[in-house]
């Protein structure tokens, strides 16, 4: 019993690790996220950092497929939400939300518009977790069409993702927030004319 209640500890802060990693790589990008920082942002001293993560490599790409997993989760509970046939527009909605704009290092932000520019000078497991979180938001995309699985669907999808992450990561350069909101405005409803 005593090594189940060590073992689920040891996942406790293996989570808390993996959550903190996500809110670094959201709010400096992978070459900003420090061992040191990370461990202390989860509560923890860096020493225990090699009980859990072979190098700083694997936290990376582990705490980048923990971010990817966060956004598609909070993406799918806006669908959850939507009224029957505005799912897709609701999960466009809460990827352009002005909290989502604001806060790019909470559990709902894009890790993609956030740090995507530097995915290609990360390592082959950084990039191959990456590759997993995209296709998987390609993937909800796409089920929010009636023809999703034909080839059509997976198109539109892939289109739509790219338009929100583009217009995320112009949203959150631009200094001016009506700017801002104009960008996000525009691509929302570019998303609505091509979805139709």
Request: hydrophobic content about 45%.
């Amino acid at each position: 019993m005593k090594d189940v209640k060590a073992g689920s500890k040891k996942e406790q802060t293996r989570e808390r690790i993996l959550r903190a990693g996500a809110r670094a790589i959201r709010k400096h990008g992978y070459e900003g996220v420090g061992v040191a920082d990370v461990m202390r942002e989860a509560g923890l001293t860096h020493g225990g950092f090699y009980a859990h993560f072979a190098s700083r490599d694997a936290l990376l790409a582990q705490a980048a497929e923990h971010a990817g997993v966060e956004s598609v989760e909070n993406l799918s509970r806006a669908v959850a939400r939507a009224k029957p046939g505005e799912e897709l527009m609701a999960l466009v909605d809460s990827y352009l939300a002005d909290r989502h704009v604001e806060a790019p290092e909470q559990g709902l932000g894009c890790a993609l518009a956030a740090a995507g520019s530097e995915v290609p000078r990360q390592n082959d497991e950084v990039r191959r977790a990456v590759n997993r979180r995209i296709k998987d938001l390609i993937g909800l995309v796409e089920r929010q069409f009636p023809d999703w699985g034909k080839n059509a669907a997976h198109e539109k999808a892939m289109a739509i993702v790219a338009s929100m992450v583009g217009a995320l990561l112009l949203a959150r350069a631009v200094g001016d927030p009506q700017l801002s909101k104009s960008i996000r405005k525009a691509a929302r409803e570019l998303i609505r004319s091509a979805a139709g």
